[in-house]
């Protein structure tokens, strides 16, 4: 039976892997994971390195290319608050990214805030994913800020 078949979900379904997935590939790391009982914070989880700083996570996940959002009352652009992406595209196993939210202190094409002033939507912080956005997520690899929080816990 193949695998990563990511059509074969629905949103939900796709949601809570990607969550379950971050967990784990953190898990396999050596880091404690915990979960929280509700996500009404824009947390999905906490976790860390030895005795390091927790980290908290919010993981948001994508088919392809297009946009991704968190509302910026949930998402307060703080040290040790990271989005963590998954991207699925048929047939792969997720590609992740994991993102500090000061990622988004200098918005550009990729990392940009709406506020929509005199609109119902709240404002939001929001990720334009596209094949022209790719070298502004390169540095957020999953592998890569992992291997740097490691070494940051390492060094103290």
């Known amino acids: 039976?193949?695998?990563?078949?990511?059509?074969?979900?629905?949103?939900?379904?796709?949601?809570?892997?990607?969550?379950?997935?971050?967990?784990?590939?953190?898990?396999?790391?050596?880091?404690?994971?915990?979960?929280?009982?509700?996500?009404?914070?824009?947390?999905?989880?906490?976790?860390?390195?030895?005795?390091?700083?927790?980290?908290?996570?919010?993981?948001?996940?994508?088919?392809?290319?297009?946009?991704?959002?968190i509302q910026k009352e949930k998402f307060v652009l703080r040290e040790n608050l990271f989005l963590a992406l998954a991207m699925l595209s048929e047939g792969q196993p997720p590609d992740l990214y994991l993102?500090?939210?000061?990622a988004w202190t200098e918005c550009n094409h990729a990392f940009v805030s709406r506020n929509y002033e005199g609109l119902?939507?709240?404002?939001?912080?929001?990720?334009?994913?596209?094949?022209?956005?790719?070298?502004?997520?390169k540095p957020y690899r999953f592998d890569q800020i992992v291997e740097t929080l490691i070494a940051e816990e390492a060094i103290t």
């Open 1 to 69: 039976m193949e695998r990563y078949i990511w059509r074969r979900l629905n949103k939900q379904q796709v949601g809570a892997f990607a969550e379950y997935f971050v967990k784990m590939e953190l898990t396999m790391y050596g880091f404690q994971v915990y979960g929280t009982e509700v996500d009404d914070r824009g947390i999905d989880f906490v976790a860390r390195f030895a005795r390091g700083p927790f980290i908290e996570v919010q993981v948001k996940s994508i088919r392809s290319a297009g946009y991704v959002f």
């Open 99 to 102: 993102i500090p939210s000061s």
């Open 120 to 137: 119902q939507s709240k404002p939001e912080w929001g990720l334009n994913v596209s094949k022209r956005n790719m070298p502004a997520l």
